[in-house]
């Protein structure tokens, strides 16, 4: 531990300084390739930062906030696109925006964090309870552990990211949208990653690939192709994103899996928007909105239980993930109960 501390000093020095260099230096720079150019080096150093931790959850967070998030943000900031345009009025803000997934209400409104930590506060009970079935596990049947496996990195991942959201909005002093909206609610796949699925990745992914995908698309093809096209390609690049994710995670080489798991997401919602154009057909087929979710969040569950969670079963990663969250767990009730 002594020595994953000073590995996070040094990425909290490092994130520091280059982000207070792209708030002070690249706006200067003309926009487009002059502004990506002054920015690259940041990039390079984001990508190399995870690996400085041996620990599964720094180094995945570290991953998500600055190689994923941080990264994206700042090649769309390059051509004055994406959440960082306009630049935020502040060094403290730069940094939050850039790094975390966050962004402020469209219309802001008095808000109060009292439901959210309810909603928080249940999500921690189901956390706590999966955490006390892994002392059955062997019991357990190999595809319900893999639910159960999938569920853990969900809860813990809403529960760490809502946490971010309500310090920063809070040290901010602004109002900031949700990082997810319901997901368990949504009643179609449309509905699931275009709506209620963190919700900071469609103002990244959609200028950045949907966009100019389609915009290319279109001069060879109808518009209705392009829009298919875009939306897989936006899901392949998604997918090859948290591939990258996983190797920090695994430190092997990627089996494809977690790219197969998106482009299946890409290929049915692109199946799902042919579908809703019928007119006819859904008007014929129209589901009721309890059968539509249990669908859509059963499909979402079972592909990424099969595809996602059994690379970081072989490698060990979700035996260490488990026993460090089962660690942090232990020391949080030493230190406070």
């Known amino acids: 531990m002594e020595e994953e501390l000073k590995s996070l000093i040094k990425v909290l020095v490092f994130t520091i300084i280059s982000i207070s260099y792209c708030y002070y230096l690249p706006p200067r720079i003309k926009s487009g390739l002059p502004r990506f150019l002054s920015v690259f080096p940041i990039l390079a150093l984001f990508l190399a930062l995870p690996l400085f931790f041996s620990t599964v959850h720094l180094s995945f967070f570290t991953a998500f906030f600055l190689t994923w998030l941080a990264n994206f943000k700042l090649i769309l900031f390059s051509f004055d696109k994406g959440p960082l345009i306009p630049v935020p009025s502040t060094l403290s803000r730069f940094l939050c925006f850039t790094c975390f997934p966050i962004k402020t209400q469209q219309t802001p409104k008095r808000q109060t964090h009292l439901p959210t930590m309810l909603v928080l506060a249940v999500k921690v009970a189901i956390f706590s309870m999966l955490l006390h079935f892994y002392d059955y596990k062997q019991t357990l049947h190999p595809l319900l552990l893999l639910g159960l496996y999938f569920l853990h990195l969900y809860l813990e991942l809403e529960i760490i990211l809502t946490l971010f959201k309500v310090l920063v909005s809070i040290s901010l002093g602004c109002d900031l949208e949700p990082q997810s909206n319901k997901p368990y609610l949504a009643t179609s796949l449309q509905d699931f990653w275009g709506r209620r699925w963190n919700t900071i990745v469609p103002t990244i992914l959609k200028p950045a690939v949907y966009k100019p995908m389609r915009q290319v698309s279109e001069r060879r093809m109808s518009s209705d192709w392009a829009l298919y096209l875009g939306t897989l390609v936006t899901f392949t690049v998604s997918g090859l994103v948290h591939d990258l994710l996983f190797f920090y ?89």
């Not at 928007?273 to 539509?292: D, E, G, N, Y």
């Not at 990663?317 to 230190?335: D, G, H, P, Q, T």
């Open 249 to 337: 995670l695994t430190r092997e080489m990627p089996t494809g899996q977690v790219t197969l798991f998106f482009m299946l997401q890409g290929v049915c919602l692109a199946a799902e928007l042919a579908v809703k154009k019928k007119t006819t057909v859904t008007q014929r087929w129209q589901l009721s909105p309890a059968i539509s979710r249990i669908l859509t969040v059963g499909f979402v569950f079972l592909t990424g239980s099969w595809l996602m969670t059994p690379q970081l079963i072989r490698s060990g990663v979700m035996e260490k993930y488990i026993n460090e969250a089962l660690f942090f767990v232990s020391f949080v009730k030493n230190k406070f109960v």
